[in-house]
């Protein structure tokens, strides 16, 4: 059994907590107890049927006030796999927390609602899993109960999603599925309403889509989080760099380059836990040895010596504005790379994407909340890095506000 | 290509290890919060494999509200003992005795909400500024929305409305003076996963998570076992039950539920058959809709 992490971004109305209601209670994730807590409630602000919202939106203010505020995590399992849900509310104001979702997802659920079609809403959603390089999207076409069950529409649907989606370069596989989240038609079980559609149900659909390949195993990258010395009579001498590989595969007796420094050395032995090991890969959490004794410290990164990363100063990147306060012009931040943290300044603002059309919009001093654009970065040390679409775990950052503390963007190195 | 897959079990474990090595990282003087039950009793496990051969890196931290099952506190010595780890203990009755609470009145008393107080006093003593708990994302509703880094205020407030995003494995510690973090490393782990990973490690627990018999009553709807703790009213009816203990508590509002499970696949089989959810039995978080996101506010665990 693995693990499959999606998120589902949507609207109050297109069935979004419908779809996921019924993922949960099909595979027997919703309790008695929770079902009977959400029907009381129901029952209590007068809503005419269960309200499966109430499942996931589970703070008070979102109660009251009827609205998504904040990611939620939801979990079920079955047989095949277990599943984490990122449960994103879809508005356009919400773009950080779709963004937030999408960074640690291996697939989006995009839900059409059938009677609209392709939306500005669809193509915000399909952008944000582009531009995080989620490989799978599954576009849900929902409510077809409410279109006759018709293939013409679902065709029509499908043709005006490839044709946007084909702008989108790092989309490479979109899986369409008709359904009807309320009645159950293609969730879980393959629908005979739509004898027409040849393809997987949802939940199978999710159960088999490959996800071996999300992590690389080709640039070996170690950033050091944390050194072990026991300093005990048993391990005086051990010397161990904890650490979770971040990409490539280890193997004691490996050439490895220890950055900033450019020590080389060799893997000594993998450690875990009292046994070692014979490599270590993406994501395992382990600790090195290393033949030489070296002076490393955490944010020190460790690689192989023949397929060195970028170590670079002046970076480019796509970020998203997180914060009610916009991006200073010249504004210096903290930023978190990896087990790193440094000042950067930026220095310009290449571009803002508007997010529905897809334009790049030039001249832009600055970014605010919910904005996406294209900035450059100078750091005051350089950054041991790989671009984002090369590792997802080199090639992202954070920017921090040094007065509030506030976590103010995320950024993905090009 | 040989298969770079990761089951579940060691995605969720190396994932935690992550969050447990950031954590002793970025902080000054980490804590972990050490109940004696299953999720604190895996976090301690996790801590160990992080950090060898070195010890851990932070104490364990006990808030005991005096109302512990014995079997519970034998457990804690012994594994703290094994663990080679110190252990603070804050104790709920010296809040007590030093008036900084007011013990509940009432036949349903419980010191579950004076535990904040108590925590609270431990962490200012001791100057934690990063408690790290056995909290899962799975176990309640507040809880899905709570980060593997929580921001507490200088008044250990959370504040829902207002986290930090958390993005990729980017965690932002960075706080002012007086604030603290509570940090949860379970929080992808649901109680199955739990329950799956102790088998696997082979993990001893308190007996109370296995069927045994006992003298119980029922109230409102939940078992309690007769103890010192409670004063069993005149029309509460005593019985001798075969039951076990899905999450451990205080005895005042833990509640029991029947059960003949007595090895850890009998558990595993009757978690995956079981239609109700583990706090079910928690009779501290049914004292309104939103009984755990209020305290969790005023900087409940």
Known sequence: MDILRFTTAGSVDDGKSTLIGRLLYDSKSIFEDQLAAVEESSRRRGDAVVNLALLTDGLKAEREQGITIDVAYRYFATPRRKFIIADTPGHVQYTRNMVTGASTANLAIILVDARKGVIEQTKRHSFIADLLRIQHVVVAINKMDLVDYSEEVYNRIVDDYKAFASRLD???????????????????????????????????????????????????????QWVIRPLSNEFHDFRGYAGRVAGGVFKPGDEVTVLPSGFQTKVKEIHFDGRTLNEAFAPQSVALTLENEIDISRGDMIVKANNPPKVSQDIEAMVCWFSQTPMA????????HTTRETQAVVKDVRYLVDINTLHKQEGIQSLAMNDIGRIVLR????????????????????LIHPGTNETVAGGMIL | ?????????????????????????????????????????????????????????????????????????????????????????????????????????????????????????????????????????????????????????????WDPKNQRPELWNLFNGRKHEGEHFRVFPLSNFTEMDVWLYIQREGIELPGLYFSHEREVFERNGSLLAVSEFVTVQPTEKIERKIVRFRTIGDATCTGAVESRASTLQDIIDEVAASRQTERGTRADDKRSETAMEDRKREGYF
């Open chain 1, 170 to 224: 790092n989309l490479v596989d979109i899986t369409t599925i008709p359904i009807s989240a309320l009645n159950g038609d293609n969730v879980v079980e393959k629908s005979d309403a739509m004898p027409w559609y040849q393809g997987p149900s949802l939940l199978y659909h999710l159960e088999t889509v490959y996800v071996g390949g999300e992590h690389n195993h080709v640039d070996a990258r170690f950033p050091v």
């Open chain 2, 1 to 157: 290509m040989p298969d770079y897959n990761l089951s579940h079990l060691d995605q969720l474990e190396a994932e935690a290890i992550f969050v447990l090595r950031e954590t002793a990282a970025q902080f000054r003087k980490p804590a972990l919060l050490f109940s004696g039950g299953k999720d604190s009793i895996v976090m301690a496990h996790l801590a160990r494999k992080a950090f060898w051969p070195a010890k851990i890196p932070f104490p364990l931290v006990h808030v005991d509200t005096g109302h512990n099952f014995p079997e519970t506190i034998a457990y804690r010595d012994a594994y703290v003992e094994k663990l080679g780890a110190d252990l603070v203990v804050g104790s709920v009755q010296e809040s007590i005795d030093k008036g900084r609470v007011v013990e509940e009145k009432g036949i349903n008393a419980s010191r579950n909400k004076l535990q904040t107080v108590t925590l609270l006093d431990t962490i200012e003593e001791h100057q934690f500024d990063a408690c790290l708990g056995g909290g899962r994302r799975d176990e309640e509703k507040a809880r899905a929305k709570e980060r593997f880094f929580s921001h507490r205020d200088e008044f250990g407030q």
């Open chain 1, 379 to 398: 750091t005051a040390v350089p950054l041991i890095h790989d671009s984002y679409r090369r590792n997802r775990t080199t090639g992202s950052f954070v």
């Open chain 1, 329 to 336: 012009e010249r504004g210096k931040y903290i930023l978190r």
